[in-house]
């Protein structure tokens, strides 16, 4: 599968994309894993916003934050893909986008995630390491990672 990636700050986004970023997150985290959480946490707008559309439709998604709103390092969150897009690359393909634009725009620095723990082996694929710190968030296990420099 191969996307069309736009890659904006919050104020650069249309109301289009802001209503498309928040539906997508919450089919996603809210429907399909069931999560309740307050999604709108007040990071968005802080946020660079990585969107990968096939055609019109948004299947891959990542929120970057710069270094010291949610960890010292530069960090990618609300990381996913939609339902149409899942076995087909768009994972991969997402981590490899998301990790080029952060080298892009802040140079070679560290990047860390947390992950949902059953994704572990996936994202150790693009160099990230646990970090041994493990915990419930909304009632499903994650593990905090880290990507260094070196990768």
């Known amino acids: 599968m191969s996307l069309r990636w736009e890659w904006k700050r919050f104020n650069d986004l249309t109301a289009d994309e802001v209503y498309t970023i928040l539906c997508v997150r919450q089919q996603v985290f809210v429907l399909e894993q069931e999560c309740l959480y307050l999604d709108a946490d007040g990071k968005d707008r802080e946020a660079f916003h990585l969107m990968g559309f096939d055609g019109e439709d948004m299947v891959a998604y990542a929120r970057i934050l710069d270094a ?15 339902d149409k897009a899942r ?33 572990l082996a996936f994202y150790e694929k693009f160099g990230f ?18 990507r260094g420099v070196s990768q």
Do not use: C, F, W
């Open 129 to 146: 390491r646990s970090t041994g710190k493990e915990y419930l968030e909304d009632e499903i296990p994650h593990t905090e990672m880290l």
């Open 87 to 119: 076995g087909k690359g768009a994972g991969i393909e997402l981590m490899e986008v998301g990790i080029r634009q952060i080298n892009a725009h802040y140079g070679q620095v560290p990047i860390r995630i947390s992950a949902q723990t059953y994704l």
């Open 68 to 82: 010291g709103v949610s960890y010292d390092e530069v960090s990618m969150g609300r990381i996913l893909t939609t």
